[in-house]
């Protein structure tokens, strides 16, 4: 059972093609007074899902309660990588991620879900967890550049993800070297509880609108 105080939240905008030259700009200037924390670097995800897509279904549908599970690495695409499984669960408005280190993975074009449910098997990953997913199936891989900033309370985090790229991992085909670029951007808030009080003036500060974007989603669009 994950504690209800874990959970925090996620705002999101798409960034206009027309503002995505100035948008350090537009971070430097927001009244949270946000400094860059930590180097850019690629984020890579293989997101998986029961055979009848449920958890894309619930992310469409928006349902109150849903969630992704995901493969997630860092750096270059293809290599010997040391990859995390990600759960990231909504509740409503906010929600939480639990995330478990799994051993080292050899992603390259012939990767499939057998090389996957094999090191699932050698992880330490808890049993309710590790039932699961064994269930599921590779679905969609995407991959791009994040920004991370922090406000000067502390208190609120900004990313500002680019350069995002889909392609075809269905189930137990290889990944296909044809991809999808996505022509969004996106920034994301992400703070506790607690703090939706002091965020106003961050949100409204921003030239462009709050929206529901999920990653996942847009990949199959």
């Given at each position: 059972?994950?504690?209800?105080?874990c959970?925090?939240y996620e705002?999101?905008?798409i960034?206009?093609?027309s503002l995505?030259?100035?948008?350090?700009?537009l971070?430097?200037e927001?009244?949270?007074?946000?400094?860059?924390?930590y180097e850019?670097?690629?984020?890579?995800n293989i997101y998986?899902d029961?055979l009848n897509?449920d958890?894309?279904?619930d992310?469409?549908?928006?349902?109150?309660?849903?969630?992704?599970?995901r493969l997630?690495?860092?750096?270059?695409?293809?290599?010997n990588?040391?990859?995390?499984l990600?759960i990231?669960i909504?509740?409503?408005?906010v929600?939480?991620k639990?995330?478990?280190?799994?051993p080292?993975l050899n992603?390259?074009?012939?990767i499939?879900i057998?090389d996957?449910?094999?090191?699932l098997?050698?992880?330490?990953?808890?049993?309710n967890i590790?039932s699961?997913v064994l269930?599921l199936?590779f679905t969609l891989?995407?991959?791009?550049s994040?920004?991370?900033?922090?406000?000067?309370?502390?208190k609120?985090r900004?990313?500002?993800?680019?350069?995002?790229?889909y392609y075809?991992?269905?189930?137990?085909?290889?990944?296909?070297?044809y991809s999808?670029?996505d022509?969004s951007?996106?920034i994301?808030l992400?703070?506790?509880?607690?703090?939706?009080?002091?965020v106003n003036?961050?949100?409204i500060s921003?030239?462009f609108r709050?929206?529901?974007?999920?990653?996942?989603v847009?990949?199959?669009?």
């Open positions: 059972v994950i504690n209800k105080e959970y925090r705002r999101k905008f960034v206009p093609l995505s030259h100035n948008i350090i700009y971070i430097s927001n009244p949270g007074n946000f400094s860059e924390i850019e670097r690629q984020i890579n998986l029961t897509y958890f894309l279904k992310n469409i549908n928006g349902n109150t309660t849903r969630k992704k599970i997630r690495w860092y750096g270059s695409l293809y290599g990588v040391q990859p995390t990600e990231k909504k509740s409503g408005l929600g939480t639990i995330s478990f280190k799994l080292s992603i390259n074009q012939d499939n057998q996957f449910r094999s090191i098997k050698s992880s330490e990953l808890p049993k590790l699961e269930l199936d891989l995407n991959s791009y994040r920004k991370y900033f922090l406000s000067s309370c502390k609120i900004l990313t500002y993800d680019s350069n995002l790229y075809n991992i269905k189930n137990y085909n290889n990944i296909n070297l999808i670029k022509p951007n996106i994301e992400k703070y506790d509880q607690k703090e939706d009080n002091i003036k961050i949100l921003f030239p709050m929206s529901r974007n999920s990653k996942y847009n990949g199959f669009h």
